[in-house]
């Protein structure tokens, strides 16, 4: 079985503050992917990043950083200097090659917001 | 690139009614998957073709909901005959070689 867990529900942070926000999941493929999306007010849903299963570096992008630990199966999304467009609902999820075929598992999302 | 379109952005309609949800994916994309969100229940996968064909409708909550999609630009999601717990916004995604891109999404309201 696969699944996705985001644990914090929301998170409030001021302007400025780093941020990080959980994501642990489960599944017994060898080969899978895990995203991270963003859902703004607005409603659309935007991809940010996608990694493998083989590529355990960690990503940093602006002032997004993600950081992949198999040994705990958790891929983590710190957004540093927090700004109030940041604000929105965060998901993440797996998809497992082998037995997942091409379904995508979502968490319950992270709902998060920056005050200025 | 006009990214994934979804039409309509909003439907209201009332109960017993039938609901069509369109989609256009983006041009070479091979995949589509149409997705469910709401408060309970979070982000679902309803249903995902390869090159035109169903592959998986597991995730198609009763007999009510239908999709096709008869060719690789076009796609409808189908309630017949809607009820107010069909409310929800439903997306769709075509998929590239890196990741999903999604449409912006129809709320369905059904009163």
Redesign the interface.
Known sequence: AQKVTQAQTEISVVEKEDVTLDCVYETRDTTYYL?W?KQPPS?????L??RNSFDEQNEISGRYSWNFQKSTSSFNFTITASQVVDSAVY?CALRGVNTG????I????TRLFVKA | DAGVIQSPRHEVTEMGQEVTLRCKPISGHDYLFWYRQTMMRGLELLIYFNNNVPIDDSGMPEDRFSAKMPNASFSTLKIQPSEPRDSAVYFCASRNNYGYTFGSGTRLTVV
């Open positions: 995203f999306y409603g659309e849903l935007v991809f990043i996608r998901f075929g091409f379904k995508t979502f968490g319950a999302g």
